[in-house]
């Protein structure tokens, strides 16, 4: 009889066929706080592509459908993704009351760039950690405006109306949030209208747990399975995580160059091209501008020469992509009601500074981990909560969060305001680490084949 791990990397070998999406992060802003043209997200996309020991990352997460500046003109990113033939993860922006603009974008860009823009599309995310936003620890931490499931259900079948009859009708919708949000009960509506789920999380902000390096693999799996324990079979995609190269000390992890590279090997290397991932992130610092901690894969120079060797030869393939359902090591805080730490990202509008605090309130409670943020820090899994507060003013302005998140059952707090204008957000949310523990192991290549496989293997 074959092993569970057996048949998961057997399946995994013919999803792997069809190649996953492997990619960044990518803000509407730049670490500055000035809004991004097309020239900017061009460069970022070439070097992406050219990373020195790790090239190919040609996929690009993004947090909103609308340029910065406007009030629903489609983001520069695109004709820049045009350019250099890199993949969309689209992202409409759901908080706040500016689903419309965000709606009339993506019409607007279907309408502007047709299939060279579409072909390019490999998912639509409606929204981010809205949910996270929206719970009673959310609420509690004031971590900004969220929005009830039911809501972000009825802006997933607003966009699905959009996208019919267009060259992005085959489009696969999804949402984005920390994995204690996925796994409380009251959420179950929105997975169910999800072709796929995102998971946010970072070990380095679960720092109510032993969140030491040498845990991190075991924390991010662990929050990965209890995502994929809710799913009901759709695809977990990872769509933030990462370890920071510069930072404060969070409990017992440690923001280093060497960290990060153990980070990248133990948990990036086993999800790369296996597993449709975003890693948090290229860059976050630029001159003077270095967010703290700074998960950035170059330093203040946008450069194809990494802080650390990227090269994954002699990685685990077996970090995430095993559905243990292993605890990780607690530390004596674990149980604490309250512990933050934080962590900065810049997305769409936002540029978001994230603090996440974890306290249990009810079973299946949301950690919040940080809005989303396309150049943001991570989010921590396990046990901690978040607390983002990006702000975002008129259409030209940049926003800034402040995020912290705890993984587990925790209490996030941060707070966000949209400012009006420009339908930018503006949240703060604060966990005490986000969630990025899980990062969802779901294959994401040829997942027909892979199911195929794994009913045969299992019936032997």
Not at 111 to 133: A, H, M
Not at 237 to 254: C, F, K, R
Not at 368 to 390: E, I, L, M, R, Y
Request: hydrophobic share 35%; glycine share 10%; proline share 4%.
């Amino acid at each position: 009889m074959f092993s569970k791990t057996q048949i998961l990397t057997l399946a995994l070998a013919v999803a792997s066929a069809e190649a996953a999406s492997k990619g960044f992060n990518y803000g509407a802003t730049k670490p500055d706080g000035s809004i991004k043209a097309q020239a900017d997200f061009q460069s970022e996309f070439q070097t992406a592509k050219n990373l020195k020991g790790a090239p190919g990352f040609s996929s690009a997460r993004l947090y909103t459908m609308i340029q910065g500046g406007s009030v629903n003109t489609p983001i520069s990113a695109i004709p820049a993704a045009i350019a250099e033939d890199t993949t969309l993860l689209l992202g409409l922006w759901a908080s706040g009351g500016g689903i419309d603009n965000e709606i009339a974008a993506l019409k607007a860009a279907i309408d502007q760039y047709g299939e060279e823009f579409t072909k390019l599309v490999v998912g639509i995310s409606v929204g981010s950690e809205d949910l996270y936003r929206n719970s009673e620890i959310g609420v509690q931490a004031d971590a900004g405006i969220g929005v009830e499931p039911e809501e972000l259900v009825s802006s997933i079948n607003r966009v699905r109306e959009a996208i019919s009859g267009t060259s992005l009708s085959d489009a696969r919708i999804g949402h984005v949030d920390t994995w204690n949000a996925w796994t409380n009960g009251s959420n179950a509506a929105v997975i169910e209208a999800c072709d796929w789920l995102g998971f946010d999380g970072y070990p380095y902000f679960q720092n109510t747990m032993a969140n030491s390096i040498s845990n991190a693999k075991a924390l991010f799996d662990d929050s990965v399975a209890k995502t994929q324990g809710v799913a009901n079979g759709k695809e977990v995609w990872i769509t933030e995580t990462g370890w920071p190269v510069s930072g404060d000390q969070e409990n017992l992890a440690t923001a280093s160059v060497e960290n990060a590279k153990t980070f990248w090997n133990e948990v990036g290397c086993p999800l790369f091209d296996n597993v449709n991932t975003w890693w948090y992130i290229l860059q976050d610092a630029s001159g003077a501008s270095t967010p703290n901690p700074s998960f950035g894969l170059v330093g203040g120079t946008l450069s194809t020469e990494p802080l650390f060797d990227l090269s994954c030869s002699g990685s685990s393939s077996s970090s995430a992509l095993d559905e243990s359902t292993t605890t990780p090591a607690e530390s004596t805080s674990v149980r604490s009601t309250s512990v933050q730490s934080s962590s900065v990202e810049s997305s769409g509008f936002y540029s978001t500074t994230k603090t996440w605090s974890a306290t249990p309130t009810h079973a299946g409670s949301n950690l919040g981990s940080s809005d989303s943020f396309p150049s943001g820090s991570g989010h921590q899994a396990g046990a901690s909560s978040v607390t983002v507060s990006p702000s975002i003013s008129s259409p030209s302005s940049s926003a800034t969060a402040s995020p912290t998140q705890s993984a587990g059952a925790g209490t996030g707090s941060g707070s966000g305001s949209n400012t009006g204008g420009s339908e930018e957000p503006s949240t703060s949310t604060s966990p005490d680490s986000p969630d990025f523990t899980g990062a969802g192991t779901r294959l994401s290549g040829s997942v027909f084949g892979a199911a195929l496989l794994v009913a045969a293997l299992v019936a032997v």
